[in-house]
């Protein structure tokens, strides 16, 4: 084991870092633009040159110093060792160069593939008054899966998996049981809501699709809204020409992406998505590598863009290629961006495949908007807690007018935009927050407001037998009011059951009477209409998307500029003349 640790794997891993022709390309890139290092050269000392061959030496020979002397108490693991301390030495560079394990590396591909294998199902643990789970119910199925073939249902209770009584068994150990590879048969023994009878249910592991827009729908009057929160790989701009076509054929004039939480992925398909608002030769992004002066550019070619007025939903964790989008889009004043500061995650990572099913990915460059802004926030301090919090408060204390601003840029109608640190709005609007004792008490809430939904959706609360839901889960369904509607009697239903059964006031039930109505509620339409309009009641209660719809205006004036600006630049081209 020592052998292969610090022979093979120390020179792969070495050689790649240091002397790779970096053959393969990052994501979205067609070129890299790097040179070929024969050596490392030391930033504290500049003139020292150090070779390879010392680097390897020294390393070897710490390997062997460990392997002879090490008293600790913990039990020596070679892989391990070799992992932190590839770690180690890439977080001297920076926060996104990282080495993944053969389990790590696995998990990112299938990340990248929008896919995983199981049964297609969400599911959710019910506890007793200490908190101890007692079971695990399914909660809804994805539409065509496994598990909605089998005819799993809302409020199925898994009773067991492959012969292994799930009953008490915590959510994370219910999902790892449920997934395995493709092909191969989870045989559930589940206990139905309506009759309580156990039946057997044999269902075959399947690819399921993890959705970059896990929704769209209208949600006002002319106002497509679509929810592409699920970062961006292999299925983004097939999914968004989708919802595009879909909304358009609803009436959409105006739209809402919401990019809140959205990680980035695949810059190819942050870079469609872009190229289907921008006109044709409109810069997206640009890409700097290491050499000075080397620069990629990335224009738009779409000659009939969509010229709908949009607008751009982002928080503190939209990032890397949700940052790009929502900068092409900005700079070029093609959509109104409402919300938070971005995270600030602009650089190129490329993925380096090694030996024995592990990967390396690397930084080899840096983004840029059309403006030439910088994306990237520092993080030259070193500090990954400070880099990934911001110092802890930076972000939620300043507002955007107040912050540190970096070089000043104008987009193409002239309006001031600054570099570094992400993309800040347009509009600035906070998420609302409640005080961390609140939420932990609502978080107790949740299991009463479950075990009251599995009876209403058994038909088993007296005088609310309308609401038993015992039909298949009907797919792309857009809410009305009429559905589930949490009416005063309903309430006092669920108040009574809440105090019976888990021992709460009434005066604790009313005083989170919005928050206990949206969740039952959510989990009536979960039953009816599965996990993803679910969604549709949580956006009414919404602050900032409610307040980004109210911002259509602008957008529509901002859009109006677009053109203009636009129009005055092509009539300046020497093409034109």
């Keep these: ?90 977080h001297t560079l920076d926060p996104h160069s990282n080495y993944y394990d053969a389990k790590e590396f696995e998990a990112f591909r299938t990340e990248q593939s929008s896919r995983y294998f199981g049964i297609g199902a969400t599911i959710g643990d019910l506890s007793d008054e200490n908190g101890k789970v007692v079971a695990t119910f399914i909660k809804a199925t994805f539409d065509g899966a496994p598990a909605h073939r089998a005819g799993l249902r809302y409020g199925d209770k898994i009773v067991e998996v492959n012969g292994t009584s799930m009953l008490g068994k915590p959510f994370a150990d219910v999902r790892t049981f449920l997934r395995g590879p493709r092909g191969t048969t989870a045989k559930l023994v589940v206990e139905r809501l309506a009759s309580g009878k156990r039946e057997t249910v044999e269902i075959i592991r399947d690819a399921v699709s993890q959705p970059s827009i896990s929704e769209f ?50 810059v190819s398909q942050a870079y469609r998505v872009a190229n289907s608002f921008l006109q044709n030769g409109q810069t997206v992004f640009t890409q700097k590598g290491r050499i000075e002066g080397v620069t990629e550019r990335y224009p738009a070619d779409n000659p009939t863009p969509d010229k709908s007025p949009v607008v751009l939903l982002v928080n ?22 409402v919300g938070e500061s971005t995270f600030g995650k602009g650089l190129v990572s490329n993925p380096f495949q090694l030996e024995y099913g592990t990967m390396l990915m690397l930084v080899i460059a840096k983004y840029e908007t059309p403006a030439g802004r910088l994306i990237q926030k520092d993080y030259s301090d070193g500090s990954l807690y400070g880099y990934y919090t911001d110092g802890g408060s930076l972000k939620d204390e300043l507002p955007v007018d107040k912050k540190p601003k970096g070089t000043e840029s104008k987009t193409d109608a002239g309006r001031t935009v600054f570099s570094g640190g992400g993309i800040n709005p347009d509009v600035e609007i906070k998420p609302e927050t409640i005080p961390i004792e609140r939420a932990r008490f609502q978080a107790k809430l949740v299991n009463p407001v479950f075990a009251f939904a599995l009876e209403l959706v058994a038909g088993k609360v007296k005088g609310f037998e309308t609401y038993k839901v015992d039909k298949p889960i009907l797919f792309d369904y857009d809410i009305k009011k009429q559905d589930f509607p949490i009416t005063e009697p309903l309430f006092s239903s669920f108040k009574k059951f809440a105090g019976d059964k888990f021992k709460f006031t009434a005066a604790q039930i009313e005083r989170e009477r919005e928050f206990l109505e ?50 005055q630049k092509q009539q300046k081209s020497p093409l034109n003349r």
């Design 217 to 266: 729908y209208m949600i006002r009057p002319g106002v497509g809204y679509m929810a592409m929160r699920g970062g961006f790989n292999t299925t983004t701009y097939g999914e968004f020409a989708t919802a595009m076509r879909s909304l358009k054929a609803q009436g959409m004039q105006q739209l809402v992406i919401d990019l809140r939480d959205n990680g980035g992925g695949l």
């Design 1 to 90: 084991m020592k052998q292969r640790f610090s022979g093979i794997l120390l020179i792969t891993f070495i050689f790649v870092l240091v002397v790779s022709g970096l053959s393969q390309q990052p994501t979205g890139s067609t070129r890299a633009g790097i040179t070929k290092p024969s050596n490392i050269v030391s930033s504290d000392t500049p003139k020292k040159v150090v070779k390879v061959e010392d680097v390897e030496k020294e390393i070897a020979e710490a390997v062997t110093i460990i392997e002879r002397n090490y008293g600790g108490t913990k039990k020596l693991d070679y892989n391990e060792l070799f992992k932190s301390s590839i770690d180690s030495m890439l």
């Design 518 to 567: 949206r969740i039952l509620r959510t989990e009536m339409v979960t039953a009816a209409y599965g996990s993803e309009t679910s969604g549709q009641v949580f956006n009414e209660y919404d602050d900032q998307l409610l307040k980004a719809i109210e911002l259509m205006p602008q957008a529509r004036q901002l859009a109006a500029e677009s053109v203009k600006s636009n129009a």
């Design 316 to 337: 503190r964790s939209t990032a890397s290629a949700s940052e790009i989008l929502a900068g092409a889009l900005q700079d070029h004043d093609r959509a109104l961006i």
